[in-house]
């Protein structure tokens, strides 16, 4: 049995998410010379379970080449990606304010797919897993949306916002893992973890 995991994540939520299960973990974060952001480039035309899921693998590639350079004690790692996708279109982070702006006027009034992948790999072989939730937002006026903007709530995050934060008195449905719209589906990455042996 493991006794933690290293968290290949600079994401408070899945930190949180990780204690919430009880699972002791250890951060593996990039170096300042390592370009994570490149990892979650889009290819022109991938559908948005493909890129989310690519993106996993790649992250978890890196992580694994991460942790055999800096010479670490052995322990499985968790790699996770989040996605919000409208129809066929991917909704990334937002790079300024007015791209933000425009994501969450698109998302406002509509139903939307988040879809995070998980990824583990034990030391021997690397598994993955899907999360696909559906979240529908009622018509938000933009004076709310602007005032959320200037929060600076949206930035670093797909879709441009985050459901445990103010903008979730405006969610009207949610279908699927509450957890896994956070970004870290609690239950996949349970049958992960469990599967690589990890104590909780």
């Given at each position: 049995m493991h006794a933690f995991v290293y968290l290949a994540s600079q994401s408070p939520r899945r930190r949180q998410l990780l204690d919430q299960l009880g699972v002791r973990h250890e951060l593996l974060l990039p170096a300042p010379d390592e370009d994570a952001e490149a990892l979650e480039a889009e290819v022109r035309g991938e559908l948005p379970a493909d890129y989310v899921q690519r993106v996993t693998r790649n992250k978890l590639v890196a992580a694994r080449e991460r942790l055999?350079?800096?010479?670490l004690p052995a322990a499985p790692v968790l790699c996770?990606?989040?996605t919000v996708a409208?129809?066929?279109?991917?909704?990334?982070?937002?790079?300024?304010?007015?791209?933000a702006l425009a994501t969450l006027q698109a998302l406002s009034g509509r139903s939307h797919r988040v879809l995070t992948a998980v990824g583990v790999h034990d030391g021997r072989r690397s598994r993955f897993a899907l999360s696909l939730s559906s979240v529908r937002f009622a018509e938000i006026p933009v004076e709310v949306l602007s005032h959320y903007v200037a929060s600076g709530e949206p930035f670093g995050?797909?879709?441009?916002?985050?459901?445990?934060?103010?903008?979730?008195?405006?969610?009207?449905?949610?279908?699927?893992?509450?957890?896994?719209?956070?970004?870290?589906?609690?239950?996949?990455?349970?049958?992960?973890?469990?599967?690589?042996?990890?104590?909780?």
């Amino acid at each position: 049995m493991h006794a933690f995991v290293y968290l290949a994540s600079q994401s408070p939520r899945r930190r949180q998410l990780l204690d919430q299960l009880g699972v002791r973990h250890e951060l593996l974060l990039p170096a300042p010379d390592e370009d994570a952001e490149a990892l979650e480039a889009e290819v022109r035309g991938e559908l948005p379970a493909d890129y989310v899921q690519r993106v996993t693998r790649n992250k978890l590639v890196a992580a694994r080449e991460r942790l055999k350079a800096r010479g670490l004690p052995a322990a499985p790692v968790l790699c996770s990606d989040t996605t919000v996708a409208l129809g066929r279109r991917i909704l990334g982070k937002p790079v300024d304010a007015a791209h933000a702006l425009a994501t969450l006027q698109a998302l406002s009034g509509r139903s939307h797919r988040v879809l995070t992948a998980v990824g583990v790999h034990d030391g021997r072989r690397s598994r993955f897993a899907l999360s696909l939730s559906s979240v529908r937002f009622a018509e938000i006026p933009v004076e709310v949306l602007s005032h959320y903007v200037a929060s600076g709530e949206p930035f670093g995050k797909a879709g441009a916002y985050a459901i445990q934060s103010s903008l979730a008195g405006w969610i009207a449905r949610i279908a699927g893992s509450y957890s896994g719209i956070m970004g870290l589906p609690l239950y996949e990455t349970t049958q992960l973890l469990r599967q690589a042996r990890v104590r909780f």
